[in-house]
């Protein structure tokens, strides 16, 4: 019961954000709706099916340089780019969580990490199609002959998208498909001799984590306006990775509280901010040694809450 | 030609086998893939320069402080992290591990600024030729470093109390327990051998690449190479090293130099994928 007014209030204050705020905080606000909408995909993947991924930079990019790229040579304007490319991505998504049944636990994390650097390099030397290590330009999001560019307006098209997917993880995690995932993690020979179908199940959190990667991708292009190859490899990763760890990777509100922490403690750091990164670390690894459930084999938790 | 591939890609083999050594010689006894170990590299190059400019320290004592202190820092991971998270799930420990990496790279950016440090050569850089080939003297101090690291690691593995413990573990560690032998104290070993490895590898890759934050991305060509010796063979490490970095360096003279890292990592997949024991391992069967 106060949970949910707690929900109420806290939407109802962020309906209400850009009415009295200044742009630079609707601004970060909407900073971290999007990076929650990428951390999203790792909640699905990490937390709900207990699969490592180091590549979810890599569909963020995929998002992020497709949405911009549709735009600008075949002239798609973004709000049928980006949702089209996610479904790429989540399709390519699909596809790489096939091969990755053959392997498990540390071999997936170096193949997908491999996939990121591989990924990373192509941003760079295909120079044609990604603007190489300069960078891209990235049009603005245009309804009809109005162009969105400013803060309030690009939160009013983002915040909608990080409703939805906190309502999707929500209803992900109380799904038949959700609890296929949570018997995977928790025992894929177990899983299988029930009849979950391993490999299609494990392919489809890839798919999700792929979908919401791009889409969040796509979104934080628009906000950034530039992209640059160096935001895309398997640092920007394994950020990804603490964000959702650091805010939990079983509650569908995970995403959003660990994008808080991230957005906005640099900002409150100020002239410390070159040591944030370093701070990110090792609060992820605190975070890992005091509370190592907050990770993995969560059902217990889980179970209190309900 | 084809000779001048075959030096130039042992040298970078040489280096790559020395790091694949360092997961190796890790993952056999603890089971835990080591995802900082390329950001130990940078540092333990780190410490060297640091030892020089900072400490005014010769270049042989600035050497012997790096490998103490990586062998330290190696042997502190176990104590600190990887102990308490000894019955925890894979997942967390590769996290940790990959958290341990990014502590380094950030720290190192922070202090030491984003810019390349020189580092010192072992020998002259200046090439010479013999028999056709290009030689240079840096690189081959590199190859002979790396030869003499390997051969006394087998030496010690086989013949030393140490080593022999080390080899208990990894033949049996409930048996080794049974005989006396402290396991968590040979993990703590392992750690800080690993962390050598590591060091002595990143001390001899710096001044032929430059010595940023960054280099140790490296570290993922020493996952290709154990991968490709079966992650579970030592002399298996050595050889991937040599078959990747001849690889890479043909791939680079035949394709391109920007697809280089590029087919290096999809080797990786590709064998990661379709030849999980890699070339020298054996399979090992799954404990339900």
């Given at each position: 019961m ?45 937390g ?5 991924s ?20 075949a ?15 989540a399709?390519v998504g ?5 091969l ?27 120079e ?16 009809g002959?109005?162009?969105?560019t400013r ?6 098209v983002?915040?909608?998208c ?32 029930i009849?979950?179908?391993?490999l ?77 990164s ?14 190592p459930?907050?990770?993995?084999g ?9 | 030609?084809?000779g ?62 790096s ?15 990887m ?49 056709g ?52 104290s ?46 579970n ?52 069967p799954?404990?339900?």
């Amino acid at each position: 019961m106060i949970a949910r007014l707690l929900i109420f209030a806290a939407a109802a204050a962020l309906v209400a954000l850009p009415f009295f705020a200044p742009s630079h905080i609707v601004f970060l606000v909407a900073m971290i709706g999007s990076t929650s909408v990428m951390v999203a995909g790792l909640t699905i993947v990490v937390g709900f099916t207990g699969q490592i991924s180091i590549a979810q930079a890599s569909f963020a990019a995929i998002g992020a340089y497709g949405t911009a790229q549709l735009a600008t040579m075949a002239g798609l304007p973004h709000w049928i780019g980006l949702p089209a490319i996610a479904l790429v991505a989540a399709v390519v998504g699909y596809l790489f969580g096939l091969l990755s049944l053959r392997v498990a636990d540390h071999y997936l994390a170096l193949a997908t990490m491999a996939l990121c650097a591989i990924v990373q390099l192509l941003l760079i030397h295909l120079e044609d199609w990604t603007g190489g290590a300069v960078g891209l330009a990235v049009p603005p999001l245009a309804v009809g002959t109005r162009m969105l560019t400013r803060p309030t307006e690009l939160y009013a098209v983002i915040m909608p998208c990080v409703a939805l997917t906190v309502w999707f993880l929500h209803a992900l995690s109380t799904s038949r498909l959700g609890r296929a995932f949570a018997a995977l993690r928790m025992s894929e020979v177990a899983a299988a001799a029930i009849g979950i179908p391993v490999l299609h199940y494990k392919s489809l959190a890839f798919a999700l984590s792929a979908f919401f990667g791009a889409f969040g991708g796509g979104l934080f292009a628009l906000q950034t306006t530039y992209l640059d190859p160096a935001q895309f490899g398997i640092l920007e990763s394994v950020r990804l990775i603490a964000i959702a760890v650091i805010g939990g990777v079983l509650n569908p509100f995970g995403p959003l509280i660990g994008s808080a922490v991230f957005v906005l403690l640099p900002e409150a750091m100020g002239a410390l901010g070159r040591y944030m990164s370093l701070v990110f670390s090792l609060l992820l690894l605190l975070f890992v040694v005091v509370s190592p459930q907050g990770i993995a084999g969560l059902p217990a938790r889980l179970r209190a809450r309900r | 030609m084809f000779g001048q591939i075959l030096v130039s890609g042992i040298t970078a083999g040489a280096v790559y086998a020395l790091v694949a050594l360092g997961f190796v010689v890790l993952h056999r006894g603890t089971r835990v893939v080591h995802f900082g170990l390329g950001d130990q590299m940078t540092m333990s190059a780190y410490l060297v320069v640091i030892a020089q400019v900072f400490l005014d320290a010769p270049f042989a004592v600035a050497i012997l402080f790096s490998l103490v202190l990586s062998a330290g820092f190696g042997v502190a991971i176990e104590r600190g992290v990887m102990r308490p998270l000894r019955r925890a799930p894979l997942l967390v420990m590769v996290i940790a591990t990959l958290a341990i990496g990014a502590a380094l790279r950030e720290g190192l950016r922070a202090s030491m600024g984003p810019l390349p440090w020189p580092v010192p050569f072992l020998l002259t850089p200046a090439p010479f030729t013999l028999g056709g080939l290009v030689l240079v003297p840096a690189n081959l101090a590199v190859v002979g470093v790396a030869l003499a690291v390997m051969l006394s690691l087998f030496v010690a593995l086989r013949f030393t109390r140490f080593g022999r413990a080390i080899v208990a573990v990894y033949e049996n560690p409930t048996g080794a327990a049974i005989v006396g032998i402290s396991v968590p104290s040979v993990h703590a070993r392992l750690w800080g051998l690993s962390s050598v490895l590591a060091a002595i590898a990143g001390i001899l890759v710096a001044p032929l690449i430059t010595l940023s934050p960054d280099m140790g991305t490296i570290g993922i060509k020493g996952f290709a190479a154990a991968i490709l010796g079966g992650f579970n063979s030592l002399p298996g490490a050595i050889a991937g090293g040599i078959l990747l970095g001849i690889a890479e360096t043909a791939a680079g003279v035949y394709v391109s130099t920007a697809m280089k890292d590029i087919i290096s990592y999809a080797l990786l997949i590709g064998c990661v994928l379709l030849l999980p024991q890699g070339l020298f391992g054996r399979a090992e069967p799954r404990k339900v």
